[in-house]
């Protein structure tokens, strides 16, 4: 954690500095508008992003973070900005989940926004204590079968990709767990630490380092192969063909925005996240770059959103 937030500091006066030396006029500044919290995973990727991109398009990039109502109020205001190219939305796969559990949500993902590219990507973890006997993925469903409803997973909360994770899970192999929600990472992960749940769905970026140390044992990463940071750790789609849970960040301008304007944006974008410097500061996270095109983004959310709101109609998960 002390890493993260050194990392976090340098890369946060880096970008202060850069405007700073930059001195652009009001109407070159380009914002990126995030629902997470300062330092959070967003936070990092946009900050880590901003130089990088600020550099391909020759103006300069602020970091706006939003928190609240689950990300409502930075995607309202990202949806509803100016259709100029500066102001940019930061998608995530968390969004995508809310858009199918709440159908009252004032924004839609597939209509309001016009995609520019994806940014990066990281698998969930399926968590026990170093000193359970579940040593696979097979333990644990055959575990959880024994006693249906009893066998305790914790989440972020309700409707998130993690408490997603375990609903799938039950879904494909037909056994019902037991979600426990919590407000924040820490819970989940301190109650199975403390013994009081048999397992946790968390990101890799939040469990790597009790997995490093070896307090917490990674059954399987929820991507559809291996992760190239874990690589000893099977793929949760090993065990069940077909799994695929690999969280994601993107961005998106307000649906409005000029077609010229998007594809400058997505040219800009995609050279931004397939160099170097970017590839290397990811993966210092367990993360890894993601390059997408704007056609290919639109439909990937379609799909997101309509596999989620199918799971979410199975389970009976609503957040209305």
Do not use: C
């Amino acid at each position: 954690m002390n890493f993260l937030k050194k990392t976090l500091a340098v890369l946060v006066m880096s970008a202060l500095s850069y405007s700073a030396s930059a001195q652009p006029s009001s109407d070159k500044v380009i914002r990126i508008i995030h629902g997470g919290a300062s330092g959070g995973n967003a936070d990092l990727v946009a900050r880590m992003l901003s130089p990088l991109l600020s550099e391909q398009l020759g103006q300069s990039i602020i970091v706006e973070p939003k928190p609240g109502a689950g990300q409502t109020i930075a995607m309202v205001a990202a949806a509803q900005a100016a259709a100029d190219g500066r102001t940019l939305g930061m998608l995530n796969a968390g969004i995508s989940v809310q858009n199918a559990l709440n159908r009252k949500l004032p924004y839609k993902i597939t209509r309001d926004f016009a995609p520019i590219g994806m940014v990066s990507q990281f698998p969930f973890v399926v968590l026990v204590r170093n000193d359970s006997p579940l040593k696979t993925m097979d333990d644990l469903i055959r575990e959880a079968r024994k006693e249906p409803g009893k066998f305790s997973y914790g989440t972020i909360g309700i409707g998130t990709s993690q408490h997603m994770v375990g609903e799938l899970i039950g879904s494909m192999v037909n056994v019902q767990l037991l979600h426990v929600p919590y407000p924040n990472a820490a819970g989940p992960l301190n109650d199975l630490l403390g013994g009081q749940l048999n397992a946790a769905s968390e990101s890799l970026a939040a469990a790597n380092s009790h997995i490093q140390s070896g307090r917490l044992r990674a059954l399987a990463v929820t991507s559809p192969r291996r992760w190239p940071s874990l690589p000893n750790v099977p793929a949760l789609a090993e065990t069940v063909p077909g799994f695929d849970v690999t969280s994601w960040i993107g961005l998106a301008v307000p649906a409005a925005t000029p077609a010229a304007q998007v594809t400058q944006l997505a040219s800009a974008l995609r050279l931004a996240v397939s160099s170097e410097k970017f590839g290397e500061q990811n993966r210092k996270f367990g993360s890894e770059p993601f390059v997408m095109d704007p056609t290919s983004m639109k439909t990937f959310l379609e799909k997101e959103v309509a596999k989620w709101t199918a799971l979410g109609n199975k389970a009976g998960i609503s957040l209305e």
